[in-house]
């Protein structure tokens, strides 16, 4: 049997004592945990599937770019 990888969530609060940057998390027989260090509360933790990905503009099609893009002409101000 293989070693289990556990690793630090930064930032993530325990739900049982309130401390910060005590969870960490693993993967054991396909299903993922977290367990926090300070208090030894522990728990399977459930994704919600389907979760919608935030639209950013690394993820948006190209051709919606270039429809939503408006080209902006500024009037020439060189007097001869």
């Given at each position: 049997m293989s070693e289990v990888k556990k690793r630090f969530i930064a930032g993530a609060i325990c739900p049982k004592c309130k401390v910060q940057d005590r969870i960490m998390v693993y993967r054991l027989e396909n299903v993922d945990y977290r367990e926090c260090v300070a208090c030894g509360f522990k728990d399977r933790m459930h994704f919600q599937p389907?979760?919608?990905?935030l639209q950013t503009r690394v993820n948006t099609p190209i051709e919606q770019v270039w429809e939503?893009?408006?080209v902006v002409?500024?009037?020439d101000?060189?007097?001869d």
């Amino acid at each position: 049997m293989s070693e289990v990888k556990k690793r630090f969530i930064a930032g993530a609060i325990c739900p049982k004592c309130k401390v910060q940057d005590r969870i960490m998390v693993y993967r054991l027989e396909n299903v993922d945990y977290r367990e926090c260090v300070a208090c030894g509360f522990k728990d399977r933790m459930h994704f919600q599937p389907g979760a919608r990905e935030l639209q950013t503009r690394v993820n948006t099609p190209i051709e919606q770019v270039w429809e939503e893009t408006q080209v902006v002409r500024l009037p020439d101000l060189k007097k001869d």
